[in-house]
């Protein structure tokens, strides 16, 4: 194994590299995944709410694991962490197809399977901040975040239409054989970088020390009024993303006229939502200011979810379904970025974690209140009810710094 990165190597080194096409292969098969485990539980059983419940198996081990992962995998050598997690995920995946061809169908063996690949996603995606940095060090970590957020993009609006296609050909088991292979293929690239990613300072392991950084990031998120509001927000954006996203195919059943392999356009439609976001958001931080643009971006996604719920013509609920994701990405970014320029450079690491999980808990919430209402409410009006709680939210934002302090210079500095 070489040394860590330094300044003076090219970016797209031997070593990163493989971790790009390590990164983009296994995007490419979680992205088709999180269509296809949906499709194959509706398939099943028919049922709304078990289909929503996909959404908050998927987010729940990020909350479960996310905090103590962060802390081991700075303690551990994160080559082995990723290798590992990516073994673990391909056999979870596997059983799929397997059972399927046994003629063993069983919702509680896909939901476990579920639980399992994006827990082992968890431990991968902990060791991989470290990891990256080692690869290419700190002065080029931005133009590598720049060229695996756009793989995974473009990623994202391509492999949805084509798992829909291979969905309504061949069935969703396809889909988790496919990503298997994947997660084996990203195994072996790691086990091929050169450099040492272990880490480089010893760490206190014992878990007093772990549990005492967990609050030190928990507390200076509750310090400050922007990043308060902010996390708090985004908890209640991600609810009703979770819930849209968690009945996305119930809603396809019900509620739209789509031809056969749309959903996997309205999928694509999400990331051409995110890229525009990614694309445009220096732009608008420069013209509406970091805080006002967040309380913007919340204003706009409530009427728009609203409408996506009562638009019955498929064609026009994928024009609203991408301007949606468009507000969502923009809102997500703005606060990821707004929490890393607040957050002082020795507590990145834990206040970032913490306030991602905080957010991210609203997701599961939504998934699963989404599933049960739709059993006793038309889908529609679940769908709106969903914007509630970001309205609420918005209007708080309206009389809080996000808005009052309104230049780059006031947020953010």
Do not use: C
Not at 63 to 89: P, T
Not at 95 to 124: K, R, Y
Not at 203 to 212: A, C, I, M, Q, Y
Not at 258 to 280: C, D, I, N
């Amino acid at each position: 194994m070489t040394a860590n990165a330094d300044a003076t190597e090219p970016l797209w080194n031997w070593d990163f590299r493989k971790w790009f096409a390590g990164r983009t292969i296994s995007t490419l098969g979680t992205e088709a995944t999180a269509i296809a485990i949906p499709v194959l539980i509706f398939q099943q059983t028919g049922s709304p709410a078990l289909t929503g419940l996909v959404s908050a198996v998927i987010v729940l081990p990020y909350l479960v694991f996310g905090l103590i992962a962060g802390g081991v995998a700075d303690r551990m050598n994160r080559r082995g962490l990723m290798v590992a997690s990516d073994l673990v995920g391909a056999m979870a995946l596997v059983s799929i197809p397997i059972a399927h061809l046994a003629g063993l169908h069983s919702t509680v063996h896909i939901l476990v399977v579920t639980f399992v690949v994006w827990t082992a996603f968890v431990w991968f995606d902990a060791a991989s901040f470290g990891a990256l940095i080692a690869v290419v060090g700190k002065s080029k970590l931005a133009a590598a975040n720049s060229a695996l957020w756009s793989s995974a993009t473009v990623v994202g609006i391509v492999v949805p239409a084509l798992a829909g296609i291979v969905i309504a050909l061949w069935g969703p088991e396809v889909i988790l054989m496919a990503d298997a292979l994947s997660a084996v293929a990203s195994a072996l690239l790691i086990m091929r970088i050169r450099t040492d990613l272990r880490p480089t300072a010893v760490v206190d392991g014992s878990s007093e020390k772990l549990w005492r950084s967990i609050r030190e990031g928990l507390r200076f998120i509750w310090a400050s009024t922007t990043l308060r509001l902010a996390t708090l927000g985004m908890a209640a954006l991600t609810f009703a993303g979770g819930l849209a996203m968690g009945l996305l195919v119930v809603f396809f059943a019900r509620a739209l006229d789509a031809p056969q392999g749309a959903l996997g356009v309205f999928f694509a439609a999400a990331a051409v939502g995110a890229l525009l976001a990614s694309l445009t958001l220096t732009r608008l931080r420069r013209r509406f200011g970091p805080g006002r643009l967040m309380v913007l971006a919340f204003l706009g996604f409530v009427p728009l979810l609203v409408l996506f719920a009562f638009v019955p013509a498929w064609v026009a609920s994928l024009v609203i379904w991408t301007a949606w994701n468009f507000l969502r990405t923009l809102a997500t970014i703005n606060n990821i970025t707004i929490r890393q320029e607040e957050t002082p450079p020795e507590l990145q690491g834990r206040v970032n974690m913490t306030g991602r999980m905080i957010a991210l808990s609203g997701t599961p919430a939504g998934a699963l209140v989404g599933g049960v209402l739709v059993e006793f409410v038309p889908i529609q009006v679940v769908f709106a009810m969903a914007a509630v709680p970001v309205l609420a939210v918005s209007l708080v934002f309206l009389r809080s710094p996000l808005w009052t302090r309104s230049t780059d210079g006031d947020i953010g500095q």
